[in-house]
T-cell receptor
């Protein structure tokens, strides 16, 4: 158990819909990262937050947005969903935002868009 | 931009040694990490190299050459449970990005 909690574990929805994925980092970790993993693909970096502020952005679509709240949990919002958005979405946390050392990953949220 | 290259697949025999290479391009390099991911599971951290040289953790070792922008993960005494995907990841001033992963298949 990494200490990172993601909900929901599985989500099935239709094209055009909007979903919210939630992540609670390890206790004390200030930094949250979001990654997208499509079938048999690598981990694509979406966005990073540190202590409530956006720290870095990757290949995140304009239809996607995220935020980190004062209690440090984070939410990833995906809207106007398309079939190609079906993927495993991972959240990871680390103690600092320095991009060094270990990331602790949650079990992921598997999104299926029909 | 930033990029990482690693082989897509490697096959080895149980009990043998296998090396998974990773080359990277990035600016503001901080360090190279390795992660293991079993099918359907979450990536789990294996090792981190910030300085040149070899880091050993049990059966796994990781090497980094900053001048060559190159690193590798060495797995010794392979066990069937080591069958998984292995990702290298580069941390830089801007972000942490992952390679596409190497699927390691182990034959008895």
């Amino acid at each position: 158990d990494s200490g990172v909690t993601q909900t929901p574990k599985h989500l099935i929805t239709a094209t055009g819909q909007r979903v919210t994925l939630r992540c609670s980092p390890r206790s004390g970790d200030l930094s949250v990262y979001w990654y997208q993993q499509s079938l048999d693909q690598g981990l694509q970096f979406l966005i990073q937050y540190y202590n409530g502020e956006e720290r870095a952005k990757g290949n995140i679509l304009e239809r996607f947005s995220a935020q980190q709240f004062p209690d440090l949990h984070s939410e990833l919002n995906l809207s106007s969903l398309e079939l190609g958005d079906s993927a495993l979405y991972f959240c990871a946390s680390s103690a600092s935002g320095a991009n060094t050392g270990e990331l602790f990953f949650g079990e992921g949220s598997r999104l299926t868009v029909l | 931009g930033q990029s990482l290259e690693q082989p897509s697949e490697v096959t080895a025999v149980e009990g043998a040694i296998v090396q998974i290479n990773c080359t990277y391009q990035t600016s503001g390099f901080y360090g190279l990490s390795w992660y293991q991911q079993h099918d359907g599971g979450a990536p789990t951290f294996l090792s981190y190299n910030a300085l040149d040289g070899l880091e050993e953790t049990g059966r796994f070792s990781s090497f980094l050459s900053r001048s060559d922008s190159y690193g590798y993960l060495l797995l010794q005494e392979l066990q069937m449970k080591d069958s998984a995907s292995y990702f290298c990841a580069v941390g830089s001033a801007s972000k942490i990005i992952f390679g596409s992963g190497t699927r390691l298949s182990i034959r008895p």
